[in-house]
């Protein structure tokens, strides 16, 4: 296997009551690995099978043809990105360097989390919503489906899945209130450090 799934950072039952045991037993056990062993099928015997995931990610962004490899890839590279962007007793205002950045770029924090979550909930259908780095300065934005910044040359920071799949379980449709928790309550704000490092 070229590609292999990483482990969790945590206990799948740690992030709960935020996120239940279930969703992640389903999301990361089921829905992630998923995504690898796709890949994998997809690259195996070709040349592709020899890269790292960065760099399949980045050769198979702008050709059609390899639309399904990347969409793979991508989902494997944005779900680890995912499960670091949260911690158990995560959310609530940054700390830290991003702390000082956030205000400058935001505002507040406060603006900031309305923005973020707005980017979450106006993401029609699937997708993912972003705090990255663009030509030096902090942005937020959505991507649809499967789609990353890292593919476009930007640097993300911090990410929250709004696929259903990621809440549907927990917060039904309410994608909202899933968004509010992960603000307030699961945001890892030492892993957007360590990516401003
Ligand atoms: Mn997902």
Do not use: C
Request: aromatic content about 14%; hydrophobic content about 40%; glycine content about 8%.
């Amino acid at each position: 296997m070229a590609i292999f799934l990483l482990e969790l950072p945590y206990a799948e039952d740690v992030l709960s009551p935020h996120i239940s045991a279930k969703t992640l037993d389903f999301h990361y056990g089921k829905h992630h690995r998923a995504y690898v062993e796709k890949l994998n099928g997809l690259i195996e015997g070709t040349e592709l099978a020899k890269e790292t995931l960065g760099n399949i990610i980045k050769k198979t962004a702008k050709d059609t043809s390899k639309s399904a490899i990347f969409n793979n890839a991508a989902q494997v590279w944005n779900h680890a990105f995912y499960w670091q962007s949260m911690k158990p007793g995560g959310g609530g205002p940054p700390v830290g360097a991003i702390e000082k950045k956030i205000k400058a770029a935001f505002g507040s924090f406060e603006k900031f989390a309305e923005e973020f979550k707005n980017a979450g909930l106006t993401q029609f259908g699937s997708g993912w919503a972003w705090l990255v780095i663009k030509e030096g300065k902090l942005e937020i934005m959505r991507t649809a489906n499967a789609d990353t910044p890292f593919a476009h040359g930007l640097t993300p920071l911090l990410t929250v899945d709004v696929w259903e799949h990621a809440y549907y379980l927990d917060y039904q449709n309410r994608r909202g209130d899933y968004l509010d928790t992960f603000i307030k309550h699961l945001i890892n704000w030492d892993f957007v450090n360590s990516r401003l490092d």
